[in-house]
């Protein structure tokens, strides 16, 4: 059976504030739980006007706060932008204040632009050391060992499951490597998908966390009663794709009806591009759509991104997926 997961961004809509953007994200978590989804992850993007979940760990613990038995974590913290012991206190503390409930998936990209990441004060070439990294946030987590000289507090022995997450085959040999569970973002870069999936379980080596190979995929899903609706309320989000590759940082645009009068055609050639594993339509369309990703990819677990400018929408959304594949 395969379990539906949700990804948040806390986007901004058009008209609305960035506090309104935080507590609907807290909500939407909240109807999920209602609705059976697995877990509620958020991502670390900088610099962008639309999207409010930058302070990661704070804003899982908004919304692990107002739930009570979804799994909330990051999707995911972008590790060379920190200190791993620093990662390993605010996670340690949200695993000790939310028990069994917190997860943390671990990029390398930076989530943000040079100018950005200087403003961080991280250096590009950080993203060099990111497997160390990774071991050692991992072993800030686990045990305290013999002779350990820093430990984090809270932090040591909350054994937080740790994922990869990537949209190349590095990811995926370091999760293989590491025997970690994997989660491939094709929902903004799907070029890789069907190789890194293939590397990630002919690699994989298991470990203490995980026995067996375990794929997530990322995949645009926007559900609606009639497929006509569901591509109208589609339109936000490829507004948004097109304001990407503009170089703009809008907030979330109502629907329009005709999104060729939007984009160019070379901005819809990339947008589309991005935004190819997506799945719109009716709950029948939905249904199929979801079912042909799953012949493709056997993935264990489908993180929807369900980027509608309307809240109400985004929930009804939420259901008619939750009945088209039954979790």
């Known amino acids: 059976m395969t379990q539906l997961s949700i990804l948040e961004l806390g986007r901004v809509r058009e008209g609305s504030d960035r ?36 302070a990661t760990s704070l804003v899982i613990q908004h919304i692990a706060a107002a739930t009570n038995t979804i799994r909330v974590g990051a999707g995911g913290v972008m590790l060379p932008n920190h200190a791993p012991y620093v990662i390993a206190e605010q996670f340690g503390t949200l695993a000790t204040l939310y028990p069994d409930r917190i997860e943390l998936g671990l990029g390398r990209a930076p989530g943000t632009d040079p100018m950005t990441l200087r403003a961080l004060r991280r250096n590009p070439a950080s993203a060099d050391h990111f497997p160390q990294d990774v071991l ?87 559900a609606a009663d009639t497929d006509e609706e569901a591509r109208w309320l589609h339109t936000s989000q490829q507004m948004s794709f097109a304001n990407l590759v503009r170089g703009q940082r809008n907030l979330m645009l109502p629907p329009i009806d005709n999104i060729d009068d939007y984009w160019s055609p070379m901005e819809r050639a990339q947008a589309s591009q991005m935004l190819e594993c997506s799945v719109v339509g009716s709950q029948d369309t939905v249904a199929a759509g979801i079912e042909q990703l799953l012949e493709r990819t056997q993935a264990d677990e489908i993180m929807v991104v369900s980027d509608m400018f309307y809240p109400e929408k985004r929930r009804h959304s939420l259901e008619l997926i939750r009945d088209a594949v039954p979790i």
């Open 136 to 222: 050692e946030l991992q072993g800030y987590l686990g045990p305290v060992q013999p002779g350990q000289k820093i430990e984090a507090v809270p932090g040591s022995n909350t054994q937080v499951p740790l994922w990869i997450l990537g949209s190349s085959l590095f990811g995926a040999q370091l999760a293989a490597e590491l025997g970690l569970p994997y989660g491939f973002a094709s929902h903004f870069a799907p070029q890789a998908l069907d190789d890194a999936i293939r590397i990630y379980r002919e690699l994989f080596k298991p470990s203490a966390q995980l026995s067996e190979p375990y794929v997530l995929i990322g995949a645009n899903v926007i």
């Open 19 to 54: 506090r309104a953007a935080l507590n609907e994200a807290r909500d939407l978590a909240l109807h999920a739980e209602k609705l059976g989804y697995q877990r509620f992850w958020v991502a670390e993007h900088h610099n962008m006007a639309a999207v409010t979940t930058a």
